[in-house]
């Protein structure tokens, strides 16, 4: 099992920045990417930026030059950078974790709320 937990979601105006973390613990072998997804109300989950561990990144087209994804991969954390954030980016940000095997893990999901 894998846990994660998110942290640094948060109300900012359009304009913003925010810096989202993902701490992971438990069994980490074999995780071959960790990413971000989110989830406005009424729609589907979304993803937004995954990074592999290799150090590959891939980026949603809504958000590609505002937002970065990094790793610290010995404080095993995940951070999604959001600047230049705008009313359409407010949903429920959610952790994910992928192994060659298995299902999906995710975290509980961390609000970010953008006011226009």
């Known amino acids: 099992q894998v846990q994660l937990v998110e942290s640094g979601g948060g109300l900012v105006q359009t304009g913003g920045s925010l810096r989202l973390s993902c701490a992971a613990s438990?069994?980490?072998?074999?995780?071959?990417?960790m990413g971000w997804y989110r989830q406005a109300p009424g729609k589907q989950r979304e993803l937004v930026a995954t990074i592999t561990s290799g150090g590959s990144t891939n980026y949603a087209d809504s958000v590609k030059g505002r937002f970065a994804i990094s790793r610290d991969s010995a404080k095993n954390t995940v951070y999604l950078q959001m600047n230049s954030l705008k009313p359409e980016d407010t949903a429920v940000y959610y952790c994910n974790a992928k192994k060659g095997w298995g299902p999906d893990y995710w975290g509980q999901g961390t609000q970010v709320t953008v006011s226009s």
């Open positions: 438990g069994n980490r072998f074999g995780i071959l990417a």
